[in-house]
C-alpha cells in the first residue's frame, strides 16, 4: 500500500525497517538520542531536525550518541563496517565533511582496492546538503562532486520521498562506502510512498517527464525547479525531457546520451559551484561522446562561484530557478533556430 509521505519521514521509514530486518545495521551520530530517558523526555531528540525520531524506542542502544567530533565517530562507523556491521553516520550537514574527510577519502574509499577487492566496507554517511533555508556560507553547499571525484564512493541524491526510501534501502545494503545527500529544503516535500521494503538500484536515472525538443538533466532540489521550466516552457509549445539522475557515482550516463541523441539539446542544472561541477562532468561526456548530435551548444546552470549568502534575499538569487532553468532552454532553442 502507498501513501503520502514526506521525505523526511520516508527516511526514517527506511532506517527502521532496515533496522528491523537486519540486527548488523546501527545508526551513530550527534543528538541522534539526545535527552532520550532524562526527566521530562520520553523520545529521543532525533538528531537536529528529529529525523530519527522515534527510532531509539523501537531500536534502543544500536542508536549511539556521539561527541561533536566527525572525525571520531565517522572514523569509528568505517572501522565497524570493516568488522562486520552495517552503520549508517548522520553527519549534520555536508559542510562538516571537512573535519573527517581524510578518514573518507584515504581510508573508506580504498579499502577495497587496496586489499585487492576482499575488503568490504558498508557505510552509509547521511548528511544535509544545498540550500534554501538562509542557514549561510558554512550549513548550505552542495559539496557532491568532491566525492564524486573520489573513487571508491557511492554518492546519491534524492529529488522526492519515493527515492529517497528506496535509494537509502540500497545504500544500508550495499558493501561499499556511501555517501546519501539530503536536501535539506525537500524534507518536507511528500510523494506516494510503499509500505513495503524495496531497494532503487543505484547507477538508473530516472526520467521524469518525457520530451521531443530538449533534455534537462539535474538532481536533487532541481528536480522540482526543471520541472517548473517544463511546464513554463510547455505554454510555448517546447517539450523539455527532464531526468532526475538520482545517483552521481554511478553515473547513468547512457540515459542522458539517448535523451540527448533524441532531443539534440542539453541543459545541465546543478546546485554546486560552477567550477568542476556534475554540470561540467556531463556536458564534457556528452560533446566527447555525442558531439554530432546537437543541434546547439550546451547550457549549463549553477550558482555564481561565490559562497552561499546568508541574507535570504541574496540566497534566492544565488541558487538557480525555474525562470533560469526554462531561459537556457529557450536559449538552446533560439541558438538551433539561428543556426
Same mark, same amino acid.
Given at each position: 500500500m502507498s501513501r503520502q509521505l514526506t521525505m523526511k519521514l520516508a527516511i526514517n521509514e527506511a532506517i527502521d525497517q532496515e533496522m528491523s530486518r537486519d540486527p548488523t545495521v546501527i545508526m551513530m551520530g550527534e543528538d541522534i538520542v539526545g535527552g532520550a530517558g532524562a526527566s521530562g523526555e520520553r523520545d529521543a531528540w532525533g538528531g537536529v531536525l528529529g529525523l530519527s525520531k522515534g527510532l531509539y524506542a523501537k531500536h534502543g542502544d544500536r542508536l549511539i550518541d556521539t561527541p561533536l567530533s566527525e572525525a571520531a565517530y565517522v572514523g569509528a562507523a568505517i572501522g565497524a563496517a570493516t568488522c562486520g556491521l552495517r552503520p549508517v553516520a548522520e553527519l549534520m550537514f555536508i559542510d562538516f565533511m571537512g573535519v573527517c574527510f581524510d578518514q573518507i577519502l584515504n581510508q573508506a574509499a580504498k579499502f577495497r582496492y587496496m586489499f585487492g577487492g576482499k575488503a568490504e566496507t558498508p557505510v552509509v554517511i547521511r548528511a544535509m546538503v544545498g540550500g534554501g533555508f538562509s542557514a549561510a556560507a558554512q550549513h548550505s553547499q552542495m559539496l557532491t562532486p568532491m566525492f564524486t571525484h573520489v573513487p571508491g564512493l557511492k554518492v546519491v541524491c534524492p529529488s522526492n520521498a519515493y527515492d529517497a526510501k528506496g535509494l537509502l534501502v540500497q545504500a544500508i545494503r550495499d558493501n561499499d562506502p556511501v555517501i546519501f545527500c539530503e536536501h535539506k529544503s525537500l524534507y518536507a516535500s511528500k510523494s506516494e510512498v510503499p509500505e513495503e521494503l524495496y531497494a532503487i538500484p543505484f547507477g538508473k536515472a530516472n526520467i521524469v517527464r518525457e520530451g521531443k525538443d530538449a533534455t534537462?538533466?539535474?538532481?536533487?532540489?532541481? =528536480? &522540482?525547479? !526543471?520541472?517548473?521550466?517544463?511546464r513554463a516552457l510547455e505554454k510555448e509549445g517546447v517539450e523539455a525531457e527532464v531526468i532526475d539522475l538520482r545517483t552521481l557515482s554511478p553515473l547513468d550516463i547512457d540515459t542522458v546520451l539517448k535523451s540527448v541523441e533524441k532531443t539534440g539539446r542539453l541543459v545541465v542544472v546543478d546546485e554546486a559551484s560552477p567550477r568542476c561541477n556534475?554540470?561540467?562532468?556531463?556536458?564534457?561526456?556528452?560533446?566527447?561522446?555525442?558531439?554530432?548530435?546537437?543541434?546547439?551548444?550546451?547550457?549549463?546552470?549553477?550558482?555564481?562561484?561565490?559562497? =552561499? &549568502?546568508? !541574507?535570504?534575499?541574496?540566497?534566492k538569487i544565488y541558487l538557480p530557478s525555474g525562470k533560469q532553468i526554462a531561459d537556457a532552454v529557450r536559449k538552446t532553442m533560439n541558438a538551433a533556430a539561428t543556426a
Open positions: 534537462i538533466v539535474t538532481y536533487g532540489m532541481m =528536480v &522540482p525547479r !526543471s520541472l517548473e521550466a517544463a556534475i554540470a561540467t562532468d556531463i556536458s564534457a561526456q556528452v560533446c566527447q561522446q555525442i558531439f554530432g548530435a546537437l543541434k546547439s551548444g550546451i547550457q549549463m546552470v549553477s550558482p555564481p562561484h561565490v559562497p =552561499v &549568502p546568508f !541574507s535570504n534575499v541574496l540566497e
